[in-house]
């Protein structure tokens, strides 16, 4: 099993009768408890955050673009085809 030091970062392989034992780190001396999960690796929530955030960037870009479609290229609305313009008059 592959662990890694909290304090320095440092990687220490174990057995792996040793998972959530208590391990003494060769670099700087502390003791910590090994687990598997603190070789880098984002949490899960983390992921879960970064998701949901992307998601909702890529809802507000459709709305965007959507809000955009509806404008005229000057910003003011679009009148329905077939209808007289203000040119016509």
């Known amino acids: 099993m592959l662990t890694q030091c909290p304090n320095c970062h440092a990687r220490v392989t174990l057995p792996d009768g040793h ?5 003494r780190c060769s670099e700087c001396g502390r003791v ?7 070789l880098g690796h984002p949490p899960r ?22 809000l955009r479609g509806e404008k005229g290229a000057a910003g003011a609305p679009r009148e329905p085809e077939g209808s007289p313009s203000s040119a016509d008059k």
């Open 19 to 23: 998972a959530r034992g208590r391990v």
């Open 32 to 38: 910590f408890v090994a687990r598997a999960d603190e």
């Open 45 to 66: 929530r983390a992921a879960r955050l970064l998701l949901g955030g992307l998601a909702g960037a890529l809802v507000l870009i459709v709305l965007i673009a959507l």
